[in-house]
Structures are given as C-alpha cells and as structure tokens.
C-alpha cells in the first residue's frame, strides 16, 4: 500500500517531485548503497526490507529511497511525517499493522525527518518494531546516534547517504530538460557551464538544483515554447552574483585557509575581504564561526584570552540569527582576532604533551593525586601525602603531580605577547618558589 500524499502525480508539482526516480535503475548518487551487490540494493530488488535509517543532508535521496522500496514491496506501505503527527495517530497506525500482520500482511512504516519525534514518540514505535508489527523506515539529517532513542536504534540498520557530487547533480539537470516529466514541451536553451554553476550552488542537495533550475526556466520563457536562461538570469534566483565556489572542493579549502593566515599575519583588511568572500558565496557561518574560535586559541590563546570570549559569543550570534544579520559578528570576531597580540604556545604545549601521553599511555597516576574512594585503595596508597593547596599560605606546595619519568617535563612555554607576558612571569615564579622550597625539604 502506498501512501498518495508523497507520490501523488500532479502538474502543478515542483520539478524536484516530477523528476524523483520511480526505479533504483534511475536513481543517481549513493552508489556505495544501491550498486550491484550492495546491501540496500539486495534487499529492495528481493523485498527482504528490515527496520532502516536513511541519514544524510537534504536533497541526498532518502525520500526517493523511500519511494522506490514503496513500489517495489508487497507489503502495505504507509508515510508518516514527524512535523504533523502525534502519538494518537502513532498508535492509530500501530493498531491497524497489527490486524495487517495477523492478516498475514507486513506493514513498511516510512517516517520523514523522525528525528523531530520526541523521546515518548519514539518509544511508542519500539514495542511493534520488536514484535514484528512494522518495518520502520526513518529518514534524518542529524546523527541518530544523539537524536534517536538507543533502544530504537539498535534495532535499526543505519544507511549513510552523501550529498550528491557536483557531476551527479548536472546529470540530473541535463535529464530534467529533456524529460517528459521535465521540460520535454519546452526549448530551454542551457549552456553546460549555467548548468553546472547552478549545481555548485546547489552544494549536493537536488531539491535545490530542481528549484533553482525551475525558477531559472520560468524566468527565462519569453513564449510558450522557448525558455533562455543566461547567468544574470541564475544570479537573480539565488539572490546574489553567483560566486564558483565548491563548498568541498579545493576552493574552499583555499579560502578559510587565505582567512586563518592573514588573521595570523595581524592584517585586518584582508582577513575582512576573505571572510566577505566565502559569505557571499555562501558558506555556513557557524562553520567560519567554529574556525575562528579554534583560531582564538590556536594563534592567540593566553596573549589574549578575551579572543576566546568574543568567538564564542559570535558563534552564538550566528545560531541566534543566521545570515545575513550575523555577518558583522563574525567581522568582529576577526577583526579582533587579527590585532590581537599572538601566541601559538597553548597549541605547542598540547602538541608536545599529546605525544608523550601517545608514547606513554601507561604512565601511572602517581599516588598522592589519585582518590582513594574505598578502603582498600586507601590501604594501597591512594591519596597518601596529598597536599591540598588552600591549605598553605601561598596557595602551591611542592607535590609532584607529573609521572616519575616525566616529572621535570615543561609543555608550556608562555611567550611575551601581550596578556602572556604577566602569566609567563607569573609561572616562573611558581616554578622559582617550587625550586627552593624543595632545596629547603631536601636539606
């Protein structure tokens, strides 16, 4: 049985539903899950379907999977949007799969965007997916591992599906122009390189492709059988100049590496001019938001520390109020990080301690700092001469808190960039006092 509401034919349906694959012969992308052999391909070609989880980024084909195991089983087939449904209707479904599966008919269950489904929701579809009642079909975009209840999970196959590749999405273009359910009864008149600049934008999602495509067509007709669409055409439907940028590509990688290194370099202006550069042609602020804020206290660190403070509130900025708005928030994250004093010694120490505790994963905790939590860890040792530090006039004691072999160890190394210079001194004094309160114990 196959539910009407998500595969019902209409001419007045968007491009992006008259051109979704009827067939996995169709079906273009995910090739690590639906070419021959595969495990997704065996069981929908023998309708052997058991309880999944489509995972990927919008317009990656989850759905469409879902269309096609909807046409190609002999089960009753029956979608379930977790936007509109609650779980009175959950068990409404559930009641009549169980009549279905005493019936002798199984019953596929496909929920869109399940990870909307609440925690109660979920679990009102665990008791029937373990009994047999239903085959659950769930399709998400963020990682089931944090948003889809263990218990529910584990009974699940998890299939990860890839936002399309940029050739994959300009072969679905060029197919829509000259399809029946397309543009068969139109001239479109579209350069490959218009068709490729549309599927860059699109960033692997093929709902956008279609929509931008669309709206390029209609704004490009000029009688009721010739449609030309130019560049200004494709700048005008996706609100801007259309900038080639390959959000995974070597493009992207160019660009935030341009920003990181002209913040590090203390110029401004240029760390302005590529920050507006990946913006405008559309990069996720949070992800410009999550490099700044490494670069805090990768280039920065304790010269510093406010640089911290204000990347983080600009990150926040940015989930608060997204773009445009929040492009300011992140010009001021990188204004401040660029003329900010710098030190790279917080990122030297953690590199050089990571290397020991790689070499060295079996350096015990020496005893004085290990908390004896039981009798018997308190007979051996745990804890013994542990000097708690409030308890002295200067708030340090000489206690050893490093392994035996590392004892004399120094990751830190403070330069004397701004702030730093007050915290470097600041540590040798520590490490001076420490030097002589040991000569005065061993004496």
């Given at each position: 049985m196959e539910q009407t509401s998500l595969f019902e034919s209409a001419v007045s349906r968007p491009l992006a539903d008259r051109m979704r694959p009827l067939s996995l012969d169709?079906?273009?992308?995910?090739?690590?899950?639906?070419?021959?052999?595969?495990?997704?391909?065996q069981m929908i070609d023998h309708d052997e379907v058991q309880s999944m989880i489509f995972w990927g980024p919008p317009g990656s084909g989850?759905?469409?999977?879902?269309?096609?195991?909807?046409?190609?089983?002999k089960s009753r087939f029956i979608t379930f949007s977790a936007v509109t449904s609650g779980i009175k209707e959950i068990r409404q479904v559930m009641n009549d799969a169980e009549l279905n599966r005493k019936a002798g008919e199984k019953t596929i269950l496909f929920v869109d965007e399940i990870h909307r489904f609440n925690k109660a929701q979920q679990d009102a579809f665990l008791p029937y997916v373990e009994k047999g009642t239903i085959?659950?079909?769930?399709?998400?975009?963020?990682?089931?591992?944090?948003?889809?209840?263990?218990?529910?999970?584990?009974?699940c196959k998890v299939f990860v599906l890839h936002a399309l590749e940029t050739?994959?999405?300009?072969?679905?273009?060029?197919?829509?122009?000259?399809?029946?359910?397309?543009f068969a009864h139109l001239?479109?008149?579209?350069?490959?390189?218009?068709?490729h600049m549309i599927a860059v934008y699109a960033n692997g999602d093929a709902r956008t492709a279609y929509n931008t495509l669309e709206l390029a067509v209609a704004n490009g007709q000029y009688d009721s059988v010739h449609s030309k669409i130019t560049k200004e055409i494709i700048e005008q439907c996706v609100s801007g100049k259309m900038l080639l940028y390959d959000k995974n590509g070597e493009e992207h990688y160019n660009l935030i590496s341009a920003l990181h290194k002209s913040m590090r370099n203390s110029d401004a202006d240029a760390a302005v001019y590529w920050l507006a550069r990946m913006l405008e042609a559309g990069e996720d602020p949070l992800y410009i938001a999550r490099r700044v804020t490494r670069f805090a206290s990768e280039d920065i660190g304790m010269a510093d520390s406010r640089a911290l403070e204000v990347c983080i509130a600009a990150f926040q900025a940015c989930q608060f109020i997204g773009m445009p708005e929040c492009s300011v928030h992140l010009t001021h994250a990188v204004v401040f990080c660029s003329l900010a004093p710098k030190s790279n010694a917080?990122?030297?120490?953690?590199?050089?301690?990571?290397?020991?505790?790689?070499?060295?994963?079996?350096?015990?905790?020496p005893l004085q700092i290990r908390n004896a939590v039981t009798s018997l860890m308190e007979d051996l040792g745990y804890g013994k001469d542990y000097r708690y530090a409030h308890d002295y006039e200067e708030k340090i004691?000489?206690?050893?808190?490093?392994?035996?072999?590392?004892?004399?160890?120094?990751?830190?190394?403070?330069?004397n960039q701004g702030a730093e210079k007050r915290v470097r001194e600041r540590k040798e004094q520590i490490e001076a006092w420490k030097e002589e309160m040991r000569k005065k114990e061993n004496s």
């Open positions: 169709e079906y273009i992308g995910q090739k690590h899950l639906v070419s021959e052999g595969r495990l997704l391909k989850k759905t469409t999977l879902a269309g096609i195991i909807a046409r190609s089983t085959i659950l079909i769930g399709a998400t975009t963020e990682n089931p591992s944090f948003e889809i209840n263990s218990a529910l999970l584990s009974r050739e994959e999405i300009e072969t679905l273009l060029k197919k829509s122009l000259h399809d029946e359910r397309g001239e479109v008149d579209a350069s490959d390189d218009l068709l917080l990122y030297m120490a953690y590199e050089e301690a990571k290397k020991d505790a790689k070499h060295m994963l079996n350096e015990p905790v004691t000489t206690m050893q808190c490093l392994p035996d072999s590392l004892k004399d160890k120094k990751y830190y190394l403070p330069t």
